[in-house]
């Protein structure tokens, strides 16, 4: 029997896709936060972060471990209940928001973290909008996100949404026109005061291992916690982006 296929389920027999795909690139997504802290000079301690699409609260935790006090974002009230019960309180506050309206007013940010948004999004403006209106200026935007090629297409439209053997998500969670490449987002970015600062290719290190991880997930042989034991991911700077890539851009001084 194929298993139950289901984003931000707390049942043990579902695969959230979502938190599989959060659970692998946890330690590549902070490894790029701490070269853009590195590259900007700005320092974690006291400082603020928010984080939009923080599923089950990985990103934000790992923002809190650094010294930011976090803000966690996402548009899901059984992620954020997850999230809320996962990581607590301390450090961290968890809202369910969209991220075309995130619903904030006076608050500003030293730094924002976007997850599993952008390719997910078809209102990327309003998105960017919400995301240069929560920045201070001078303020990091950090984004990861899937380019639109065929090898991506492959990717997310076919592995992980549709062959049966190897699919994670839903139907509908990833579309072609909802990827998009990174001068095209570099575009939109800079069309809301946000300058982008760096695109940076990020990859498994062997393609073989997620392959094997996303099978022995379906087939129940691991628990979402064994997944980054059997698949590594890696940043490529300067390589072409082919599926998926992480940048940050920097929010416009008055």
């Given at each position: 029997m194929a298993p139950l296929i289901e984003l931000?389920?707390?049942?043990?027999?579902?695969?959230?896709?979502?938190?599989?795909?959060?659970?692998?690139?946890?330690?590549?997504?902070?490894?790029?936060?701490?070269?853009?802290l590195a590259r900007t000079g700005q320092s974690a301690a006291g400082g603020r972060a928010l984080v939009v699409g923080s599923g089950?609260?990985?990103?934000?935790?790992?923002?809190?471990?650094?010294?930011?006090?976090?803000?966690?974002?996402?548009?899901s009230d059984?992620?954020?209940?997850?999230?809320?019960?996962?990581?607590?309180?301390?450090?961290?506050?968890?809202?369910?928001?969209?991220?075309?309206?995130?619903?904030?007013?006076?608050?500003r940010f030293d730094l924002a973290y976007y997850a599993d948004t952008?390719?997910?999004?078809?209102?990327?403006?309003?998105?960017?909008?919400q995301a240069a209106r929560a920045l201070r200026p001078g303020g990091v935007l950090v984004y990861d996100t899937v380019t639109r090629t065929l090898l991506s297409r492959l990717v997310y439209l076919g592995a992980f949404q549709a062959v049966p053997m190897t699919r994670i998500m839903p139907p509908?969670?990833?579309?072609?026109?909802?990827?998009?490449?990174?001068?095209?987002?570099?575009v939109a970015l800079e069309h809301h005061?946000?300058?982008?600062?760096?695109?940076?290719?990020?990859?498994?290190?062997?393609?073989r291992s997620l392959l094997r991880a996303v099978m022995a997930r379906r087939q129940g042989k691991i628990g979402d916690a064994q997944i980054p034991s059997i698949v590594d991911f890696e940043l490529s700077p300067g390589s072409r982006v082919h599926v998926t890539y992480l940048g940050f851009a920097v929010a416009d001084q008055p």
């Open positions: 931000d389920s707390a049942s043990v027999a579902a695969i959230d896709g979502r938190h599989v795909r959060a659970v692998a690139l946890q330690g590549v997504r902070m490894e790029y936060v701490a070269g853009v089950r609260g990985l990103v934000a935790a790992g923002l809190r471990d650094l010294g930011f006090d976090v803000l966690a974002v996402d548009p059984a992620a954020t209940a997850m999230a809320r019960q996962a990581y607590g309180e301390a450090g961290i506050t968890h809202r369910t928001a969209p991220a075309e309206d995130l619903g904030l007013t006076d608050e952008f390719e997910i999004t078809s209102e990327l403006g309003p998105v960017l909008d509908g969670r990833y579309a072609a026109a909802r990827l998009r490449k990174p001068a095209e987002l570099i005061g946000l300058r982008n600062a760096d695109i940076c290719e990020f990859k498994p290190t062997d393609p």
